[in-house]
């Protein structure tokens, strides 16, 4: 017998012994496992715990033994078909991604599978240990924490402002098919292999709200974007370009995706400046974003070679050392106004590198503090982007904890946060350390072009108190325009449409962090008021929020900027504990 075929009698004895009556059609059904246990709800993350534990034991032993890479893949993708993860197709196809990631790993890491299963799951799995919480620090400079600021006149009507365009998450398919089948059971379908949908269900002409969109649409938004040049100044593009075939990319298909749409951007809008992100899913596999100590293959000098040479239309030249070293870069907006521009990918607890180590990936929030003191010492004002929320749970607690520090000490100098992933139109509120009760700074959230899942296509401009003697740079207002796929397909109106602004929407004075924290706290009790909010976070009629969990959790969400931290959240922790099991896109 090959240590492969010991490992898959090993599962299945394990297996068997858990539940005497699981097995179907000769396949593993891990959903009538899950209720054969007779496990009470809230005890099944240790069921996923024990498996985790069971399946990295078996790897890790193959690992040891020297099996060869072929035999350990094809045990990989045996067990992904026998628990039912994915079928075949995309089950073989994850493994031949990630397998290079994979077995590197595993083969430099001292973690042992408990460990390794605490950190992939995170807080359902709390029994075990997870590495990903140790208490790593950043050090702040001697220098005095100036006293929090004064809240900002609001700027009269005819004053200047600035207005900055944000785009996030296109998630362009350049395989998308009109008329197949929009709901195949696989991770993302509207694309072959997938067969021709049976009636009801085929892939519109210009998307699917399951799934990506393809290339008329996105070309369709940047024309419309060119005739209202006149909109917007500048544009955050907050990563996250190709599409959620994950489980058969190739670096080579990643690099055309960032080029089309770079071109496109440049054709439409070059003459506007663009700064972008890096997002989840630029790399191959997703998710893969190795610190600069791993070298060579694994690297990611070939992501960041090219995202440095699209984008070198834009940024500067005294960017290039940080984006080579880790994608992340700072530039001058306009005098006193500062970008930092940073790579999420270091904080993403589904980044498998940082197992091996995950203390400051490439000393990113060191360096962030010193832009920071650097533009507290001029009596400047900082934006940040990025692409995955800090507040999110798939950002590392402590790496989370860490940001939440620095906008803590610094909230004098940061007058705004935009990121995206969710696919969302939603924010997280930072509240004070020492004073629970005072927000001090806010994370806006941008809605996504794609409509992947269940949203219309939308983007968002913000306003700015603009250049004068005693600007402040703070958000005045912010808009959002979107797209009616249903419409779009209906009748070809592909018209992009203001859908709402903030202030007149939600009856906000300002949008100042606190005034943010005062509508959380309004939405609570006000259900005409949160149906709005969230008709708004899909940029659809159609869908609603009806039960207390699905309300709670949002509304925990908003409260929370740093991830694993449910202490804003008064006393919904189920609701947050499923917020944040469902925040990976």
């Known amino acids: 017998m090959n240590h492969a075929t010991f490992v898959l009698n090993l599962l299945a004895v394990w297996l068997t012994l858990q539940s005497s009556a699981i097995m179907i059609a000769d396949e593993w059904d891990v959903e009538k496992l899950k209720k054969q246990l007779h496990v009470p709800a809230k005890d099944r993350f240790d069921l996923e715990c024990d498996a985790c534990v069971v399946l990295l034991d078996a790897i890790q032993f193959l690992v040891r033994t020297s099996t060869s890479e ?25 493994v031949s991604e990630f397998k290079n990631e994979v077995l590197y790993v595993f083969t430099a890491i001292a973690l042992g599978p408990k460990e390794v299963c605490g950190a992939v799951i995170g807080d359902g799995c709390g029994k075990y240990y997870n590495p990903w919480k140790q208490n790593w620090t950043v050090t702040f400079p001697d220098v005095p924490k100036p006293p929090p600021p004064k809240e900002p006149d609001i700027p009269k009507p005819d004053a200047s402002l600035i207005k900055v365009l944000h785009l996030s998450d296109i998630h362009l398919d350049m395989a998308y098919t009109e008329g197949l089948n929009a709901e195949c059971g696989e991770p993302l379908c509207c694309r072959p292999p997938n067969k021709p949908a049976p009636p009801g269900r085929p892939a519109g002409y210009w998307g699917d709200y399951e799934c990506d969109l393809p290339l008329r649409t996105i070309s369709n938004l940047f024309e419309h974007l060119a005739q209202h040049k006149d909109r917007f100044d500048w544009i955050y593009w907050t990563g996250d370009l190709p599409a959620h075939n994950v489980w058969n990319q190739t670096r080579l298909q990643q690099l055309e995706t960032m080029h089309t749409l770079t071109s496109l951007m440049k054709l439409h809008l070059g003459d506007k400046m663009v700064y972008p992100t890096l997002g989840n899913h630029e790399s191959a596999p997703v998710n ?91 009596g400047g004002k900082v934006h940040i982007i990025g692409h995955i929320g800090p507040g999110l749970g798939s950002c590392m607690a402590v790496w989370s904890w860490n940001y939440h520090r620095i906008v803590n000490r610094y909230e004098a100098t940061i007058v705004g946060q935009f990121f995206g992933h969710t696919h969302n139109d939603e924010f997280q509120i930072f509240y004070d350390e020492n004073d629970p009760s005072r927000a001090i700074n806010v994370v806006f959230l941008g809605p996504s072009i794609t409509p992947y899942t269940s949203n219309n296509p939308g983007y968002r401009i913000y306003e700015l108190d603009g250049i004068h003697n005693d600007t402040t740079f703070q958000l005045v207002d912010h808009h959002v325009h979107y797209l009616n796929l249903t419409k779009a397909n209906l009748d070809n109106d592909t018209t992009w449409k203001p859908e709402y602004g903030a202030r007149e929407a939600y009856g906000l004075s300002n949008l100042l962090p606190q005034e943010w924290s005062n509508l959380v706290d309004s939405m609570e009790t006000n259900d005409t008021l949160f149906d709005r909010f969230y008709k708004h976070y899909h940029r659809r009629e159609t869908i609603d929020c009806t039960t207390s969990q699905c309300k709670d959790s949002i509304l925990c969400g908003l409260r929370t900027a740093q991830s694993h931290d449910s202490s804003h959240c008064h006393n919904i922790t189920q609701a947050y504990r499923h917020y944040y099991n469902h925040r990976s896109c």
């Open 288 to 378: 893969s974003f190795p610190p600069p100590f791993i070298t060579g293959g694994n690297s990611n000098k070939w992501l960041l070679d090219s995202y440095l040479l699209d984008f070198s239309h834009w940024l500067p030249s005294s960017t290039f050392s940080t984006i080579r070293k880790g994608g992340f870069y700072s530039v001058l907006l306009t005098a006193g106004l500062k970008l930092i521009s940073l790579n999420m990918n270091y904080c993403n607890s589904e980044n498998w590198w940082l197992l091996i180590n995950s203390t400051d990936p490439a000393g990113q929030l060191q360096w962030m503090i010193s832009e920071l003191q650097e533009s507290e010492d001029a």
């Open 70 to 94: 072929n035999e350990i893949t094809s045990v990989l993708a045996e067990l992904c078909i026998l628990l039912k993860v994915q079928d075949s197709l995309v089950c073989k196809g994850v």
